[in-house]
């Protein structure tokens, strides 16, 4: 017999779902930009930006948003699981299948994630600090940097083409 769902587990469901479907109709829209296809991008941009309402809203009331501190200490801890147990795994699996593009592409947001805990856990220690602090994220591995760099540590992208936070 099943274990009767309750509404957190609809909440925290529906959150997933949303949270995905965002990613998906984002990749949508992109593919449908260099289709040349422009309406149809700008609906499924549209429906990411509809799907994340969603997906906040149920967040919220799951409870799941704390603090900042508490915030910056879930986010070192589900970045660590990503580049310490998560993509290595990864890594092995898509290693033993010979799938050569998906290694790369988990090497990638496993160095990463890495950087996005050490960040958050930078943000952590100086929570309280007033003074402005800039990100810079490489658009095409997802690393992030307090300062523009001359190219990507990780990928070899040129900095200039890093977007400011």
Do not use: W
């Not at 587990?9 to 949508?28: H, P, V």
């Not at 967040?59 to 699981?81: H, M, Q, R, W």
């Not at 658009?139 to 523009?148: D, M, R």
């Amino acid at each position: 017999m099943s274990e009767k769902k309750t509404t957190l587990d609809c909440l925290m469901d529906a959150f997933a779902g949303e949270s995905q479907a965002n990613r998906k109709y984002t990749a949508y829209a992109k593919k449908a930009e260099k289709e040349g296809k422009m309406n149809a991008a700008k609906l499924f941009r549209a429906a990411a930006d509809a799907e994340t309402l969603h997906a906040l809203k149920e967040f919220e009331l799951a409870g799941k948003i704390g603090s900042t501190a508490d915030n910056l200490k879930d986010g070192i801890e589900g970045e660590t699981y990503e580049f310490e147990t998560m993509y290595p795994e990864f890594i092995k699996i898509a290693e033993a299948e010979g799938n050569k593009a998906a290694v790369a592409a988990f090497r990638m947001a496993m160095l990463a994630e890495e950087s996005h805990a050490k960040l958050y856990k930078d943000a952590l220690e100086n929570l309280d600090e007033t003074e402005e602090v800039f990100y810079y994220l490489c658009p095409v591995c997802g690393n992030i940097e307090k300062a523009v760099p001359e190219k990507c540590v990780i990928c070899g992208v040129p900095g200039e083409k890093f977007i400011k936070y």
